[in-house]
Protein backbone atom coordinates (compact mmCIF):
# COMPACT_ATOMS: atom_id res chain seq x y z
CA UNK A 1 0.00 0.00 0.00
CA UNK A 2 3.08 2.19 0.84
CA UNK A 3 4.42 1.56 -2.28
CA UNK A 4 1.11 2.28 -4.51
CA UNK A 5 1.00 5.70 -2.26
CA UNK A 6 4.35 6.95 -3.37
CA UNK A 7 3.46 6.19 -6.68
CA UNK A 8 -0.13 7.70 -6.26
CA UNK A 9 1.68 10.89 -5.04
CA UNK A 10 4.36 10.86 -7.36
CA UNK A 11 1.82 10.93 -10.42
CA UNK A 12 -0.06 13.51 -8.91
CA UNK A 13 3.03 15.92 -8.20
CA UNK A 14 4.12 15.39 -12.05
CA UNK A 15 0.39 16.54 -13.37
CA UNK A 16 0.93 19.31 -10.98
CA UNK A 17 3.97 20.10 -12.19
CA UNK A 18 2.73 19.86 -15.99
CA UNK A 19 0.08 22.43 -14.89
CA UNK A 20 2.19 24.96 -13.36
CA UNK A 21 4.91 24.76 -16.48
CA UNK A 22 1.85 25.32 -18.99
CA UNK A 23 0.17 28.47 -16.77
CA UNK A 24 3.71 30.20 -17.38
CA UNK A 25 4.29 31.86 -20.15
CA UNK A 26 7.49 32.62 -21.62
CA UNK A 27 9.13 35.25 -22.95
CA UNK A 28 12.44 36.27 -24.68
CA UNK A 29 13.53 39.71 -25.10
CA UNK A 30 15.96 39.97 -28.00
CA UNK A 31 18.40 42.50 -27.26
CA UNK A 32 22.47 43.18 -28.13
CA UNK A 33 26.02 42.65 -27.04
CA UNK A 34 26.79 42.86 -23.79
CA UNK A 35 28.67 46.26 -24.01
CA UNK A 36 25.62 48.04 -25.26
CA UNK A 37 22.70 49.63 -23.74
CA UNK A 38 19.90 47.09 -24.93
CA UNK A 39 21.44 44.21 -22.95
CA UNK A 40 21.16 45.93 -19.19
CA UNK A 41 17.95 47.29 -20.57
CA UNK A 42 16.50 44.65 -21.73
CA UNK A 43 17.75 42.87 -18.72
CA UNK A 44 15.71 45.01 -16.81
CA UNK A 45 12.29 44.90 -19.01
CA UNK A 46 12.56 41.31 -18.43
CA UNK A 47 12.98 41.53 -14.89
CA UNK A 48 9.89 43.98 -14.35
CA UNK A 49 7.48 41.48 -16.63
CA UNK A 50 8.58 38.74 -14.59
CA UNK A 51 8.10 40.26 -11.48
CA UNK A 52 4.56 42.22 -12.08
CA UNK A 53 2.66 40.13 -14.39
CA UNK A 54 1.32 36.90 -12.54
CA UNK A 55 2.29 33.68 -14.80
CA UNK A 56 4.80 35.55 -17.09
CA UNK A 57 8.19 34.82 -17.14
CA UNK A 58 10.63 36.59 -19.44
CA UNK A 59 14.70 36.41 -20.06
CA UNK A 60 17.14 39.27 -22.22
CA UNK A 61 18.89 36.77 -25.06
CA UNK A 62 22.60 38.07 -26.26
CA UNK A 63 22.28 38.60 -30.03
CA UNK A 64 23.95 40.36 -32.82
CA UNK A 65 20.91 42.94 -32.33
CA UNK A 66 18.54 45.13 -34.30
CA UNK A 67 18.44 43.39 -38.02
CA UNK A 68 19.26 39.95 -35.94
CA UNK A 69 16.42 40.66 -33.53
CA UNK A 70 13.86 41.24 -36.53
CA UNK A 71 14.82 38.40 -37.90
CA UNK A 72 14.41 35.81 -35.16
CA UNK A 73 10.54 37.51 -34.81
CA UNK A 74 10.25 36.74 -38.32
CA UNK A 75 11.50 33.25 -37.73
CA UNK A 76 8.99 32.85 -34.91
CA UNK A 77 12.29 31.88 -32.80
CA UNK A 78 11.89 35.30 -30.69
CA UNK A 79 9.02 37.12 -28.99
CA UNK A 80 10.08 40.83 -28.27
CA UNK A 81 12.94 42.64 -30.02
CA UNK A 82 15.08 46.15 -29.17
CA UNK A 83 15.89 47.51 -32.74
CA UNK A 84 16.62 50.82 -34.38
CA UNK A 85 14.16 52.48 -36.34
CA UNK A 86 15.87 52.14 -40.01
CA UNK A 87 16.32 48.33 -39.71
CA UNK A 88 12.62 48.26 -38.45
CA UNK A 89 11.49 49.92 -41.73
CA UNK A 90 14.20 47.97 -44.14
CA UNK A 91 12.03 44.76 -42.23
CA UNK A 92 8.80 45.73 -42.79
CA UNK A 93 9.32 47.35 -46.18
CA UNK A 94 11.53 43.97 -47.51
CA UNK A 95 14.58 46.59 -47.91
CA UNK A 96 18.53 45.61 -47.95
CA UNK A 97 18.95 43.04 -45.45
CA UNK A 98 14.97 41.95 -46.15
CA UNK A 99 14.43 42.04 -49.76
CA UNK A 100 13.93 38.50 -49.78
CA UNK A 101 11.95 37.99 -46.76
CA UNK A 102 9.79 40.93 -45.05
CA UNK A 103 9.21 40.85 -41.15
CA UNK A 104 5.50 42.16 -39.97
CA UNK A 105 7.10 43.80 -37.30
CA UNK A 106 5.25 45.86 -35.10
CA UNK A 107 6.55 48.89 -32.40
CA UNK A 108 5.23 48.14 -28.73
CA UNK A 109 7.28 51.22 -28.02
CA UNK A 110 9.48 53.85 -28.79
CA UNK A 111 12.43 53.37 -26.77
CA UNK A 112 15.28 56.33 -26.42
CA UNK A 113 17.10 57.86 -29.19
CA UNK A 114 20.66 55.91 -30.32
CA UNK A 115 23.71 58.28 -30.97
CA UNK A 116 26.31 57.02 -33.80
CA UNK A 117 29.35 57.10 -32.20
CA UNK A 118 32.77 57.37 -34.57
CA UNK A 119 34.80 56.53 -32.54
CA UNK A 120 39.14 57.07 -32.82
CA UNK A 121 41.80 58.23 -30.26
CA UNK A 122 44.25 61.50 -30.51
CA UNK A 123 47.70 59.44 -31.46
CA UNK A 124 45.32 58.15 -34.85
CA UNK A 125 45.31 61.44 -36.66
CA UNK A 126 42.44 61.03 -37.60
CA UNK A 127 40.07 64.26 -37.65
CA UNK A 128 37.11 63.47 -39.97
CA UNK A 129 35.05 60.69 -41.98
CA UNK A 130 36.68 61.64 -44.40
CA UNK A 131 40.14 60.50 -42.55
CA UNK A 132 39.12 57.23 -42.41
CA UNK A 133 39.89 56.05 -45.95
CA UNK A 134 42.38 53.22 -45.82
CA UNK A 135 42.20 52.64 -42.47
CA UNK A 136 40.93 49.89 -40.00
CA UNK A 137 37.45 50.34 -38.60
CA UNK A 138 35.17 48.22 -37.08
CA UNK A 139 31.73 48.78 -38.71
CA UNK A 140 29.94 46.85 -35.95
CA UNK A 141 28.80 43.05 -35.45
CA UNK A 142 27.45 41.31 -38.60
CA UNK A 143 23.48 41.85 -38.79
CA UNK A 144 23.49 44.48 -36.42
CA UNK A 145 21.79 47.88 -36.72
CA UNK A 146 25.07 49.65 -36.30
CA UNK A 147 26.41 47.50 -39.41
CA UNK A 148 23.36 49.36 -41.45
CA UNK A 149 24.13 52.54 -40.22
CA UNK A 150 27.81 52.72 -40.66
CA UNK A 151 27.72 51.20 -43.71
CA UNK A 152 25.13 54.46 -45.10
CA UNK A 153 27.40 56.71 -43.50
CA UNK A 154 30.64 55.78 -45.07
CA UNK A 155 28.95 55.20 -48.55
CA UNK A 156 27.37 58.52 -47.89
CA UNK A 157 30.69 60.17 -47.33
CA UNK A 158 32.29 58.49 -50.00
CA UNK A 159 34.50 55.59 -48.92
CA UNK A 160 32.58 52.83 -48.33
CA UNK A 161 35.10 50.86 -50.36
CA UNK A 162 38.08 52.33 -49.23
CA UNK A 163 37.47 51.37 -45.34
CA UNK A 164 39.26 47.91 -44.28
CA UNK A 165 36.27 47.08 -42.78
CA UNK A 166 36.01 44.64 -38.96
CA UNK A 167 32.88 43.32 -37.68
CA UNK A 168 33.29 43.68 -34.27
CA UNK A 169 31.12 44.62 -31.26
CA UNK A 170 31.25 47.59 -29.28
CA UNK A 171 33.67 45.26 -26.38
CA UNK A 172 35.32 43.58 -29.36
CA UNK A 173 36.02 47.27 -31.17
CA UNK A 174 37.58 48.74 -27.93
CA UNK A 175 39.68 46.04 -27.06
CA UNK A 176 41.09 45.97 -30.68
CA UNK A 177 41.88 49.89 -30.61
CA UNK A 178 43.23 49.15 -27.10
CA UNK A 179 45.48 46.46 -28.75
CA UNK A 180 45.81 48.26 -32.05
CA UNK A 181 44.42 46.26 -34.05
CA UNK A 182 42.03 48.61 -35.81
CA UNK A 183 41.88 52.66 -35.88
CA UNK A 184 38.88 53.45 -35.46
CA UNK A 185 35.10 51.99 -34.62
CA UNK A 186 31.37 52.93 -35.43
CA UNK A 187 28.91 52.36 -33.24
CA UNK A 188 25.08 53.38 -32.78
CA UNK A 189 24.02 53.26 -28.85
CA UNK A 190 23.09 55.26 -25.74
CA UNK A 191 24.43 57.30 -23.65
CA UNK A 192 26.64 56.80 -22.34
CA UNK A 193 27.68 53.34 -23.53
CA UNK A 194 29.88 50.85 -21.15
CA UNK A 195 32.46 50.23 -23.68
CA UNK A 196 33.58 53.11 -24.79
CA UNK A 197 33.13 54.62 -21.32
CA UNK A 198 35.78 51.65 -20.54
CA UNK A 199 38.36 53.27 -23.46
CA UNK A 200 38.07 56.68 -22.42
CA UNK A 201 38.69 55.53 -18.64
CA UNK A 202 42.42 53.57 -20.17
CA UNK A 203 45.05 54.85 -19.14
CA UNK A 204 48.07 56.17 -21.96
CA UNK A 205 44.35 56.59 -24.35
CA UNK A 206 42.33 59.82 -25.02
CA UNK A 207 39.42 58.84 -26.76
CA UNK A 208 38.68 61.44 -29.69
CA UNK A 209 35.08 61.16 -31.26
CA UNK A 210 34.65 62.63 -34.89
CA UNK A 211 31.84 64.81 -36.15
CA UNK A 212 30.05 63.27 -38.63
CA UNK A 213 25.73 64.94 -38.33
CA UNK A 214 26.84 66.86 -41.90
CA UNK A 215 25.97 63.16 -43.91
CA UNK A 216 22.13 63.66 -42.67
CA UNK A 217 20.92 64.98 -45.15
CA UNK A 218 22.40 62.77 -47.94
CA UNK A 219 21.66 59.78 -46.22
CA UNK A 220 17.65 60.56 -45.30
CA UNK A 221 18.06 61.56 -49.60
CA UNK A 222 18.58 57.64 -50.09
CA UNK A 223 17.12 55.73 -47.00
CA UNK A 224 14.12 57.98 -45.82
CA UNK A 225 13.54 60.17 -43.37
CA UNK A 226 15.03 58.12 -40.43
CA UNK A 227 17.82 60.38 -39.23
CA UNK A 228 18.36 63.70 -37.21
CA UNK A 229 21.27 65.59 -36.59
CA UNK A 230 22.38 65.50 -32.94
CA UNK A 231 24.61 66.10 -30.61
CA UNK A 232 26.70 63.85 -28.04
CA UNK A 233 27.48 66.58 -25.30
CA UNK A 234 30.62 67.33 -24.32
CA UNK A 235 32.15 65.48 -21.05
CA UNK A 236 29.75 62.54 -21.62
CA UNK A 237 33.32 60.20 -22.26
CA UNK A 238 36.36 61.18 -20.10
CA UNK A 239 38.40 63.49 -22.54
CA UNK A 240 36.00 64.84 -24.58
CA UNK A 241 36.42 68.46 -24.33
CA UNK A 242 33.63 69.53 -26.60
CA UNK A 243 30.06 68.78 -27.98
CA UNK A 244 30.12 66.30 -31.11
CA UNK A 245 27.86 66.70 -34.11
CA UNK A 246 26.51 63.18 -34.56
CA UNK A 247 23.60 61.07 -35.88
CA UNK A 248 20.36 59.63 -34.11
CA UNK A 249 18.02 57.40 -34.38
CA UNK A 250 15.46 56.25 -32.41
CA UNK A 251 15.10 52.63 -30.97
CA UNK A 252 12.34 50.74 -30.70
CA UNK A 253 10.37 47.44 -29.23
CA UNK A 254 9.34 45.48 -31.72
CA UNK A 255 6.78 42.20 -31.77
CA UNK A 256 5.47 39.98 -34.17
CA UNK A 257 2.02 41.72 -35.62
CA UNK A 258 0.75 37.63 -34.80
CA UNK A 259 1.67 38.56 -30.90
CA UNK A 260 -2.21 39.26 -29.41
CA UNK A 261 -3.89 42.34 -28.10
CA UNK A 262 -3.74 41.56 -25.16
CA UNK A 263 -0.55 40.50 -24.58
CA UNK A 264 1.10 43.69 -25.89
CA UNK A 265 -1.13 45.87 -23.87
CA UNK A 266 0.28 44.21 -20.81
CA UNK A 267 3.76 44.65 -21.85
CA UNK A 268 3.40 48.14 -22.59
CA UNK A 269 1.37 48.78 -19.35
CA UNK A 270 4.00 46.98 -17.40
CA UNK A 271 6.61 48.63 -18.40
CA UNK A 272 5.32 52.06 -18.96
CA UNK A 273 3.75 52.00 -14.68
CA UNK A 274 6.97 50.60 -13.71
CA UNK A 275 9.47 52.83 -15.99
CA UNK A 276 11.49 53.88 -12.39
CA UNK A 277 12.82 50.22 -12.34
CA UNK A 278 14.03 50.38 -15.51
CA UNK A 279 15.81 53.82 -14.82
CA UNK A 280 17.60 52.99 -11.94
CA UNK A 281 18.85 49.60 -14.39
CA UNK A 282 20.10 52.36 -17.14
CA UNK A 283 19.32 55.86 -17.35
CA UNK A 284 18.00 56.24 -21.17
CA UNK A 285 14.92 54.73 -19.59
CA UNK A 286 14.55 58.32 -18.45
CA UNK A 287 13.78 59.00 -22.90
CA UNK A 288 10.53 56.31 -22.51
CA UNK A 289 8.30 59.34 -22.77
CA UNK A 290 4.72 59.38 -24.23
CA UNK A 291 5.79 62.62 -26.46
CA UNK A 292 8.05 60.33 -28.22
CA UNK A 293 5.49 57.44 -29.16
CA UNK A 294 3.40 59.86 -31.21
CA UNK A 295 5.99 60.20 -34.06
CA UNK A 296 8.91 58.21 -33.11
CA UNK A 297 8.01 55.19 -35.17
CA UNK A 298 8.56 54.60 -38.51
CA UNK A 299 6.44 51.25 -38.57
CA UNK A 300 3.09 51.03 -37.40
CA UNK A 301 2.20 50.06 -33.70
CA UNK A 302 0.64 47.04 -32.63
CA UNK A 303 -3.14 47.72 -32.20
CA UNK A 304 -2.78 46.46 -27.98
CA UNK A 305 0.15 48.72 -27.69
CA UNK A 306 -1.76 51.48 -29.64
CA UNK A 307 -4.86 51.21 -27.32
CA UNK A 308 -2.82 51.32 -24.09
CA UNK A 309 -1.25 54.81 -25.83
CA UNK A 310 -4.30 56.32 -26.75
CA UNK A 311 -5.76 55.96 -23.35
CA UNK A 312 -2.48 57.74 -21.59
CA UNK A 313 -3.89 60.60 -24.62
CA UNK A 314 -1.45 59.96 -27.29
CA UNK A 315 -2.44 61.12 -30.51
CA UNK A 316 -0.28 59.46 -33.53
CA UNK A 317 0.78 61.13 -36.46
CA UNK A 318 0.42 58.49 -38.47
Known amino acids: MKRILLAFLAAVSLVLGGLASAQTTRLSIGTGGTGGVYYPLGGGMAAVLSKYVPGWEATAEVTGASVANLQ???????????????????????????????????????????????????????????????????????????????????EAAGIEKDVHRERLSVAEGVNAIKDRKIDALIWVGGLPTAAITDLATTPGITVKLI?????????????????????????????????????????????????????????????????????????????????????????????????????????FVH
Not at 74 to 96: R, Y
Not at 97 to 119: C, G, I, Q, S
Not at 217 to 228: H, I, S, T
Not at 240 to 265: E, F, H, I, T
Open 72 to 154: LIGQGKQDIGFTMADAAWDAVSGLAKFKDRKVEARTLMVLYPNKMHVVTTEASGIKTVADLKGKRVSTGEPNSGTEVMATRLL
Open 211 to 315: DHGQYADAMNKKWGPLYVKGTIPANTYKGQAADVSNLDVWNLLVADAKMSDQMAYTIVKTLMEKKDELVAVHREAKNITLEAQASGSPIPFHPGARKYFEERGVK
